[in-house]
């Protein structure tokens, strides 16, 4: 190996020490939501969009932050052999003061609409690696899930 690779390993691996080891490196460095978890006391929503998430219903608006996702109950599915881990949507809501819906629209990048039938105790939020949340459910395909959720409207 010569000497320019040793530095070019070296540097390399310095970055990827520095990366895991930053402060506030998303869900990755912080702790999951157990089931006995305190129940997430929701924000205000601003209109600085400082909530990752809002939950749009006929009372109002609710902002969650990602500390306020990860306070609520944690359920995990298993998609593909994979764990998605997350808070259910029921509990958002539930979260948020919705007591009764007819449908939800769950929108990031892409968006997906659900009669209150199909928001079952299966259909989540995930955390990702990169601070946000997906949508991710046992009863829909892989392929419909948006991505980066920023917003579910409840009718």
């Given at each position: ?38 129940p ?14 809002q ?7 609710t ?19 994979k ?8 509990d ?10 007819k ?15 199909q928001v ?8 990702t690696?990169r601070?946000t ?18 917003k579910?409207?409840?009718?």
């Open positions: 190996m010569t000497s320019l690779h040793r530095w070019l390993s070296v540097g390399l691996l310095m970055i990827l020490l520095i990366g895991c080891t930053a402060p506030n490196a998303g869900p990755a460095s912080q702790s999951s939501a157990t089931p006995n978890a305190v997430a006391t929701p924000s205000a929503a601003t209109p600085n969009g400082d909530a990752l998430l939950v749009i219903a006929p009372a109002g608006t902002g969650f932050s990602l500390s306020d996702l990860q306070k609520l109950p944690a359920t995990t599915i298993t998609i593909d052999g764990p998605q881990d997350g808070p259910a949507v029921l958002v809501l539930k979260a948020a003061n919705v007591t009764d819906f449908e939800v629209t769950i929108s990031g990048s892409g968006s997906i609409t659900l009669p209150k039938d079952t105790r299966e259909v989540i939020l995930d955390f690696n601070g949340v997906k949508f991710a459910a046992t009863n829909v395909p892989k392929d419909s899930w948006p991505k980066d959720i920023v579910i409207e409840v009718k």
